[in-house]
Nanobody
Framework: QVQLVESGGGLVQPGGSLRLSCVVS????????MGWYRQAPGKERELVAE???????DYAASLKGRTTISRDSAKSTVSLQMNSLKPDDTGVYYC??????????????WGQGTQVTVSS
């Protein structure tokens, strides 16, 4: 059973920074893409950023320039550095991965989520 465990959320003032981390229970290279999504109260879950096995990154337009996704294969970790945070960035942030190994090819995995609150 694949597990994704997020950490790093919390309360931050507008303009502040946070770094979220997601530890995966197996090699990050067993996934085609890994990324972060967020869900604000009353809104649908949306993509924040993702990174492919080849290292290609993609960001939501509202976060481009303020957010960096990275990975550490040795630690099986995908991280999200967020700067210049705004109240609209408030929400639950979820780690996501899509498997490319035969035993569970195409399966989508989600972490339990970590709350990010941007408020003064």
């Amino acid at each position: 059973q694949v597990q994704l465990v997020e950490s790093g959320g919390g309360l931050v003032q507008p303009g502040g920074s946070l770094r979220l981390s997601c530890v995966v229970s197996r090699s990050i290279f067993s996934f085609s893409t890994m990324g972060w999504y967020r869900q604000a109260p009353g809104k649908e879950r949306e993509l924040v950023a993702e990174i492919s096995t080849g290292g290609h990154t993609d960001y939501a337009a509202s976060l481009k320039g303020r957010t960096t996704i990275s990975r550490d294969s040795a630690k099986s970790t995908v991280s999200l550095q967020m700067n210049s945070l705004k109240p609209d960035d408030t929400g639950v942030y979820y780690c996501h991965a899509v498997s490319i190994v035969s035993v569970d090819y195409g399966n989508n995995y989600w972490g339990q989520g970590t709350q990010v609150t941007v408020s003064s």
